[in-house]
């Protein structure tokens, strides 16, 4: 029988570490920061604003995770999120919304696949690889449509727009796939192979597990996120324009690292995303609330990037 | 120090001394309180086990680590050596275990690296570094190393003799060799001892590290023996002999550190290897192990035993040749198809390939038998962590807690858990490649009691190890390699270290001891 002491003494013993705790602490700092200096931040408007505009980012930063888990990146995202959207737009009238968004988001798996495949199968490096599909995806976007399309379907703006109570659909919709990751990631042999890879591929390798299997999937996840969160979008703004998701890898890969992600592999926790993706997302809407010119707020954002990464760098056992 | 007598030239104050060096690395005492003094015109040996605290301290010496209490001497005087740059600017130069060349550049700018001759400020003036580079080697005896090829394109001979280069490239006043001849074959060897006892006479304090006790015996003027990280004797080579420094260096008689020797009789063949080749690597490779045997292997570094141990596992493919296991042809093409086909390959570096790191004991030891403990994918909790638990209880892996971080394990902690995950695949062909490398007796004791254990149960192991007294006391048989070749087969009763390292070195042919 353990005591109550016992269990402290426990408890004291496995606390998490400072790279777990750090997101935390950076969300509590934002929020504290947006108390003091912007009442608005907590108006229920506003709060609804916020959730739904974390969604998108939420969604792709989850699939890089899975992607920088295995030591790699995925800068194509934005392109894929802009592929899914013009496509689940493009197709919702004709096919109906269900089958719509299926198309979309498989065809951000597909993308993935062949990022995945490409990097795996000739052991290319992913920061190049997806550096080159991004400008592809992108031109494939611009063939589909040059002009914003934007759906008369009925139901198009459900997926988006739905409040469910007082959280919007799509920020349940995010919970759950955080959810189903986390659950991919720690409780399946692909999920501990995908972790596994990160620190050490070639012992993984040599551990008989399809090394280039298992990166593939990592990529096939980020892709299909990355497109379920452009139609997610599409679907809350109503119209799908070709050049949807611009630049939204740099945000995605920044909630990582904010998360206690390490790029290059070896660290990094679906909790911790979270966090950083909220972390992340406050700081844009109070930027705006405090009505900080667009210019001023890259300056902030990337401050702020800059901070977290040496917080996370200075937490290191020397 | 009571040991200590007559070496040292009287009253001469000498050019390196340490005293009372204690390292601590969290709760593992690394060095307790080390004394020694290394004087010029001398080659100081320093021997020990693995673990022993031998890099340790000339991890100290060279500054590349700081001393938790203690003091550096140089010429009677304290110093401060708090980095790398501190001990090369007192002229202490370090020639490498581990291969510090940098591949993609030229043996001129390797040996020279950060002190290539200028012209004019900015400008290399690449004449004068060529000719200083092959000065160098001329010196070593190896004018024939061309000082403009690239260092990847070097043998694993030439590449060392490389780094000694580098070493000397400034005169310096102490010189610390950690086991310069691992790579080396026999006339090699000779010609570096000849530059060493040259280096000696020009007053150069040499500190040389190294297992194999023979060399110590023959270049050597003195010998400090270490254990668990303290003195435990420093006295004249001539003083001593093999045995003694021995029982210095393990704190009891060898022979109770392996199992019993057994009477193994050959039964059922289960691995039979034919004509197996891979370009570059090896050629022409023959052999059986038969079933419940221990084959050991040997050989210098980059003579092809990995590189065979890598093709029977499938993670490299071999070019030629035939491969029976269990009365059926057998070509692994990746590990994955090895390890179904029940053959698991021990790996000699277990930081690169052996572990991942930040990761527990728990994901580590059931790497790479995960599919047994889960269904349709998914991973049965409870099952992989009693299957982790049994190894770590089965191996007596410290700490217990399967939770831990492989990262924070001592060295010989790790091989266990790099152990048990071979373990746990159900294997019946174990090719253990430098399983002890860098491991603490007591765990060294433990892997080669399972090792025991499990050939009575039937299992067929391949036991590739530099260490001689190891491939002796273990192996049922000993193969020799040799630049790609198996050079020699020896019995139990035939195995000594005398022949196993001529054979090995090209001294002799080991064929005419074939049993």
């Known amino acids: 029988m353990k005591t109550v002491l016992d269990r402290w003494t426990l408890w004291l013993e496995c606390r998490p570490s400072w790279r777990a ?27 609804s604003n916020l959730m739904r505009q974390t969604v998108a980012n939420g969604l792709i930063a989850l699939g890089m995770l899975v992607v920088i888990l295995t030591g790699g990146i995925d800068l194509s995202v934005g392109a894929v999120v802009a592929l899914g959207g013009v496509l689940f737009a493009g197709l919702a009238d004709q096919l109906g919304i269900a089958p719509a968004l299926a198309l979309a988001v498989l065809a951000g798996v597909v993308a993935g696949v062949v990022n995945g495949t490409i990097i795996s199968r000739f052991n290319l490096q992913p920061f190049i690889v997806t550096l080159a599909t991004m400008g592809v995806i992108r031109g494939v976007v611009y063939i589909y449509t040059e002009s914003p399309i934007s759906p008369a379907h009925p ?7 739905t409040m469910v109570g007082p959280v919007s659909l799509g920020m349940l919709i995010m919970l759950a796939c955080y959810g189903c990751v986390s659950f991919f990631l720690n409780r399946t042999t692909t999920g501990r192979a995908t972790v596994a890879i ?21 990529y096939a996840i980020s892709g299909g996120l990355s497109a379920f969160s452009g139609a997610i979008l599409v679907s809350r703004l109503g119209i799908a324009q070709p050049s949807l998701g611009f630049a939204y890898e740099l945000d995605a890969i920044a909630a990582c690292v904010i998360g206690g992600a390490i790029l290059g592999g070896g660290g990094g926790s679906v909790i911790g995303t979270l966090f950083g993706v909220f972390t992340l997302g406050i700081i844009n809407n109070l930027l705006n609330l405090l009505d900080v010119k667009s210019f001023y707020q890259d300056i902030v954002k990337g401050a702020v990037i800059i901070f977290a990464v040496l917080l996370l760098a200075r937490s290191k056992r020397p | 120090m009571s040991t200590s ?18 390292k601590t690395y969290g709760a593992t005492h690394a060095l307790r309180g080390v004394d020694v003094m290394f004087y010029a015109g001398q080659v100081h040996a320093i021997v020990g086990e693995n673990g022993a605290g031998k890099s340790t301290l000339t991890r100290i010496i060279t500054g590349a680590t700081i001393a938790g209490a203690g003091q550096i001497l140089m010429d009677g005087k304290p110093v401060n050596m708090r980095a790398p740059l501190d001990g090369q600017r007192m002229g202490i130069r370090m020639v490498h275990q581990h291969h510090t060349l940098t591949l993609n550049l030229s043996v001129t700018e390797n040996i020279l690296l950060g002190r290539l001759p200028r012209a004019r400020p900015g400008w290399i003036d690449w004449g004068a570094a060529h000719l200083r580079a092959a000065a160098i080697l001329d010196e070593l005896g190896y004018a024939s190393i061309g000082v403009r090829r690239l260092a990847h394109s070097l043998t694993a001979a030439q590449r060392q003799i490389v780094e000694v280069a580098k070493a000397v490239s400034v005169e310096p006043r102490v010189l610390i060799m ?24 020009r007053g150069t304090s040499i500190i040389y590290i190294s297992h194999r006790l023979d060399e110590i015996f023959r270049i050597a003027d003195r010998v400090t023996v270490l254990r668990d990280g303290a003195v435990t004797g420093s006295l004249e080579t001539a003083a001593t002999d093999k045995a003694s420094l021995v029982r210095m260096m393990v704190g009891r008689p060898l022979e109770d550190l392996y199992p019993p020797p057994r009477a193994w009789r050959s039964a059922k063949v289960a691995l039979s290897v034919r004509g197996l080749a891979r370009d570059g690597a090896f050629e022409d490779v023959c052999f059986d192990v038969g079933e419940g045997e221990i084959v050991g292997m040997y050989g210098l570094i980059g003579s092809g035993r990995t590189e065979i141990a890598r093709c029977l596992y499938g993670a490299d493919r071999a070019t030629a040749g035939e491969v029976n296991w269990s009365g059926t042809p057998h070509v692994a093409r990746s590990p994955r198809e090895a390890l179904s086909a029940g053959i698991a390959l021990l790996t000699e570096d277990r930081l690169g390939d052996g572990l991942v790191r930040g990761m527990s004991i728990c994901d580590n030891a059931t790497l790479a038998s995960l599919p047994a403990v889960s269904r349709c994918g998914v991973l049965n909790r409870t099952r992989q962590r009693q299957r982790a638990e049994h190894q770590v209880r089965a191996l007596d892996i410290r700490p217990t807690d399967i939770d831990r971080d492989v990262a924070t394990l001592s060295g010989g902690n790790q091989q266990k858990v790099v152990l048990a995950k071979c373990l746990l695949t159900k294997a019946r062909l174990l090719i253990l490649d430098e399983p002890t490398h860098g491991v603490d007796i007591g765990a060294k004791r433990d892997i080669y009691q399972v090792i025991a254990k ?61 049993l």
């Open chain 2, 454 to 514: 499990l050939v009575d149960e039937g299992m067929s192991v391949i036991l590739i190890s530099s260490d001689l007294p190891e491939v002796i006391g273990m192996s049922d048989r000993v193969l020799v390699m040799r630049e790609g070749r198996l050079v020699g087969e020896f019995g139990r009763a035939l195995a000594t270290e005398e022949a196993l390292l001529a054979s090995a070195s090209g001294l002799s042919d080991g064929r005419s001891n074939k």
């Open chain 2, 5 to 22: 007598s007559g070496a040292e030239p009287v009253g001469a104050v000498p050019v390196l001394a340490v005293t009372g060096i204690v």
């Open chain 2, 178 to 201: 950690d086991e310069p001849t691992a790579a080396l074959a026999h006339e090699d060897i000779e010609r570096l001892f000849g530059f060493v006892r040259r280096l000696r006479e």
């Open chain 1, 21 to 47: 705790l750090m997101p935390v602490i950076c969300f509590l700092a934002v929020l504290l920061v947006g108390a003091l200096f912007a009442d608005a931040l907590f108006t229920e408007r506003n709060a």
């Open chain 1, 155 to 161: 139901s198009f703006r459900e997926l988006g727009a």
């Open chain 1, 198 to 218: 990160g620190g050490n591929s070639e012992a993984v390798r040599l551990a008989g597990i399809n090394v280039q299997s298992t990166v593939t999937t990592a």
